[in-house]
């Protein structure tokens, strides 16, 4: 399996409690990566550990975009297919023979003509059991040479530059597969052959542990989508999921924000140094920032999570006008649908909706997430609601 730094697991996020301020104080402690991303090209979130090992290993390049959902098998072990790749996770108690959680399947086993893994009945989702031949790759009839591929070899009498033996499998990769294999790490991305090469029509393929390659003449190697081809082997669910609140993937959302330098919006008619009298709640939508005044003093502040693009939190000068410990949200914006229970510490400052209200279900403050509203941390949000009568001004801004 590749040796790779991997971040600790957990099935469930965890919500780490900001500092609220009685003065004036940023801090990137406020700001954590999204755990949860979603995949517009699939329909398909990574998460956790499997998002983390996914980004530390080359992305979309390296193996694809996520394909099914996580899927729990009845030995307690969670597996989620990927384009190019199958994730695992092996619970406390049950782990590999490296000593870790997380396996990088070996798939390309699971291409051998006739194979049928052991775990193949345990997966939810799988319609039913019995091989299947995978879809778009060549199978194997009686003394064929592509089961005769996967017999091992005996090294070659003499050393070639264009030929390398394998004697952990007894194998041997050779021309531009062997270009491909080592570029890319060998045996630490691919693994080690466990075919030799063969055709089928015009197309040479091999078999590696972790996938599969081809090549045709007039074009170079490339990898085949040994995920896809297990998934629709094993029939799994692949429809695209609702994206909700999860963010879109994009490597900027793992970059902490710039340290915001306050800057109070100036409501129209005010004049002196904030201009505003009493208390008052900033919401700057270019930094993801809240900061609440009393005057020209600073309550708290803190960065928040606004609405999404399509689903924009409305700029302007508005003030609280209703307040609700807890609600249960429902509705449908912009054709999605959504049911939150229980959001805590609500303030509506428009009467189409939209509110200041605590989020317990993301830690992603610093981006935009919302359906319009703007998400507060939980702490944040309680001081808040405490703090702000109905009335006070919510002014909103670029």
Same mark, same amino acid.
């Given at each position: 399996?590749?040796?790779?730094?991997?971040?600790?697991f957990?099935?469930?996020?965890?919500?780490?409690?900001?500092?609220?301020?009685?003065?004036?104080?940023?801090?990137?402690s406020?700001?954590?990566a999204?755990?949860?991303?979603?995949?517009?090209?699939?329909?398909?979130t990574?998460?956790?550990?499997f998002?983390?090992?996914?980004?530390?290993?080359?992305?979309a390049?390296?193996?694809?975009?996520?394909?099914?959902?996580?899927?729990?098998q009845?030995?307690?072990?969670?597996?989620?297919?990927?384009?190019?790749?199958?994730?695992?996770?092996?619970?406390?108690?049950?782990?590999?023979?490296?000593?870790?959680?997380?396996?990088?399947?070996?798939?390309?086993?699971?291409?051998?003509?006739?194979?049928?893994?052991?775990?193949?009945?345990?997966?939810?989702?799988?319609? *039913?059991?019995?091989?299947?031949? &995978?879809? $778009?790759?060549?199978? @194997? =009839? +009686?003394?064929?040479?592509?089961?005769?591929?996967? %017999?091992?070899?005996?090294?070659?009498?003499?050393?070639?530059?264009?030929?390398?033996?394998v004697?952990?499998?007894?194998?041997?990769v050779s021309?531009?597969?062997?270009?491909?294999?080592?570029?890319?790490?060998?045996?630490?991305?691919?693994?080690?052959?466990?075919?030799?090469?063969y055709?089928?029509?015009?197309?040479?393929?091999?078999?590696?542990?972790?996938?599969?390659?081809?090549?045709q003449?007039? *074009?170079?190697?490339?990898?085949? &989508?040994? $995920?896809?081809?297990? @998934? =629709? +082997?094993?029939?799994?669910?692949?429809?695209?999921? %609702?994206?909700?609140?999860?963010?879109t993937?994009?490597?900027?959302?793992?970059?902490?924000?710039?340290?915001?330098?306050?800057?109070?919006?100036?409501?129209?008619?005010?004049?002196?140094?904030?201009?505003?009298?009493?208390?008052?709640?900033d919401?700057?939508?270019?930094?993801?920032?809240?900061?609440?005044?009393?005057?020209?003093?600073?309550?708290?502040?803190?960065?928040?999570?606004?609405?999404r693009?399509?689903?924009?939190?409305?700029?302007?000068?508005?003030?609280?006008?209703?307040?609700?410990?807890?609600?249960?949200?429902?509705?449908?914006?912009?054709?999605?649908?959504?049911?939150?229970?229980?959001?805590?510490?609500?303030?509506?400052?428009?009467?189409?909706?939209h509110?200041?209200?605590?989020?317990?279900?993301?830690?992603?403050?610093?981006?935009?997430?919302?359906?319009?509203?703007?998400?507060?941390?939980?702490d944040?949000?309680?001081?808040?609601?405490?703090?702000?009568?109905?009335?006070?001004?919510?002014?909103?801004?670029?």
């Amino acid at each position: 399996m590749p040796v790779l730094a991997l971040a600790a697991f957990s099935l469930l996020a965890t919500l780490i409690a900001p500092i609220v301020a009685s003065a004036a104080q940023t801090s990137d402690s406020d700001w954590s990566a999204p755990r949860t991303v979603f995949f517009p090209k699939t329909g398909q979130t990574l998460d956790e550990v499997f998002l983390d090992k996914w980004r530390e290993a080359g992305g979309a390049e390296a193996y694809g975009y996520p394909i099914t959902p996580e899927l729990k098998q009845k030995d307690g072990h969670i597996v989620q297919y990927l384009q190019y790749a199958r994730f695992e996770w092996w619970p406390n108690g049950d782990k590999n023979a490296d000593g870790a959680n997380f396996v990088l399947a070996k798939i390309g086993q699971e291409l051998k003509p006739g194979y049928q893994p052991a775990s193949q009945k345990d997966h939810e989702a799988t319609k *039913k059991e019995g091989f299947t031949s &995978p879809k $778009g790759l060549p199978t @194997a =009839d +009686k003394a064929d040479p592509i089961l005769a591929a996967w %017999a091992p070899v005996k090294a070659p009498t003499k050393p070639a530059d264009n030929i390398q033996y394998v004697e952990a499998t007894k194998h041997t990769v050779s021309n531009g597969f062997l270009t491909y294999w080592q570029n890319t790490g060998a045996e630490n991305y691919l693994g080690n052959p466990l075919t030799q090469e063969y055709a089928v029509k015009d197309i040479t393929y091999q078999v590696f542990e972790y996938g599969q390659l081809a090549w045709q003449k007039g *074009k170079d190697p490339w990898l085949v &989508p040994v $995920g896809k081809v297990l @998934a =629709d +082997k094993y029939k799994l669910d692949q429809k695209p999921r %609702a994206q909700g609140d999860v963010p879109t993937y994009d490597e900027a959302l793992f970059t902490p924000p710039p340290t915001p330098t306050p800057e109070p919006k100036i409501a129209d008619g005010q004049g002196g140094n904030s201009g505003m009298v009493g208390k008052w709640i900033d919401v700057n939508l270019s930094t993801q920032y809240l900061v609440a005044y009393d005057g020209d003093s600073v309550f708290l502040e803190s960065y928040v999570s606004t609405g999404r693009p399509g689903f924009d939190t409305p700029t302007g000068t508005f003030s609280i006008n209703s307040k609700l410990e807890s609600q249960t949200m429902e509705g449908v914006i912009g054709g999605e649908y959504y049911n939150v229970p229980d959001v805590p510490w609500v303030m509506y400052f428009t009467d189409e909706g939209h509110a200041l209200h605590g989020t317990y279900w993301h830690n992603n403050f610093g981006n935009v997430m919302s359906h319009g509203c703007v998400n507060l941390p939980m702490d944040v949000a309680e001081a808040l609601y405490a703090w702000a009568p109905i009335g006070t001004p919510v002014v909103i801004h670029y």
